[in-house]
């Protein structure tokens, strides 16, 4: 069943269309969003808008900001593995330039730069994670390696691989509980920038991104390669 839901107001983001059990999590008192690796799965659906010139973030590079880091700031995501991954829509202010038109030096400027995506997360639910996954949906961009991954205490041992469209963090076990800000760049690095300007114009040029926590191996997936690793021993 993926009944929709549409212009659900949530910490100042539009919810425009999840499946309903995932935004009910979303609308209530917790406001906790759902999320896992099943990627086959339609998970909460955020769009977040160009953090704006106004913003106390703002320092005049195209940015989106997910949130703040503090316990009411931040955003409540809980560990399904049942569950879809988050799904992003980073969509763009198209006056780039603030000269109060909209034309082919708004493009040129947005394209010119990386652009940052700053996620300030609750790590909510039971578990702990051990990770956090993304993936770029949206042809035509690519990440820049070096996230930053910063929390309440911790997380320790943070490893971060990405390739153009994927990115993979890795820490020690990290407690519901705690904040985490994650904070990318990635750039446009389509070889066709002119196939963008139309929808540029449109205002309907967004960049889609998937993600979700991992959680540590279950202890019977460990057991099971433990006896493996002792049968090729013997
Ligand atoms: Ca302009
Ligand atoms: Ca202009």
Redesign the pocket.
């Known amino acids: 069943m993926q009944q929709r839901v549409h212009g659900l107001r949530w910490f100042g983001l539009s919810v425009h269309a999840c499946v309903l059990t995932a935004c009910l999590g979303a609308v209530t008192a917790s406001a906790q969003l759902v999320a896992g690796p099943n990627v086959g799965v339609p998970g909460p659906h955020v769009t977040i808008p160009q953090t704006s010139m106004s913003h106390p973030n703002f320092d005049g590079t195209v940015r989106f900001d997910w949130g703040d880091f503090t316990p009411n700031g931040a955003n409540p995501v809980a560990y399904d593995g049942n569950a879809g991954p988050l799904e992003k829509w980073l969509t763009f202010d198209q006056d780039q330039?603030n000269?109060?038109?909209?034309?082919l030096?708004?493009f040129n400027q947005l394209i010119a730069n990386p652009i940052t995506l700053q996620e300030n997360i609750g790590v909510s639910g039971t578990t702990a994670w051990t990770g956090w996954h993304e993936r770029i949906d949206t042809p035509g961009w690519s990440w820049l390696p070096n996230p930053l991954v910063v929390g309440t205490a911790g997380p320790t041992n943070t490893v971060a691989v990405n390739t153009s469209t994927t990115m993979d963090i890795t820490f020690d076990p990290y407690p519901p509980g705690d904040l985490l800000r994650i904070e990318k760049q990635f750039v446009f690095s389509a070889s066709n920038p002119s196939s963008y300007v139309n929808d540029f114009f449109a205002g309907t040029l967004m960049v889609k991104i998937i993600e979700y926590p991992t959680v540590p191996e279950p202890a019977s997936a460990l057991l099971l390669l433990g006896l493996a690793a002792i049968r090729r021993r013997h």
């Open positions: 330039d000269d109060g038109d909209v034309d030096d708004d």
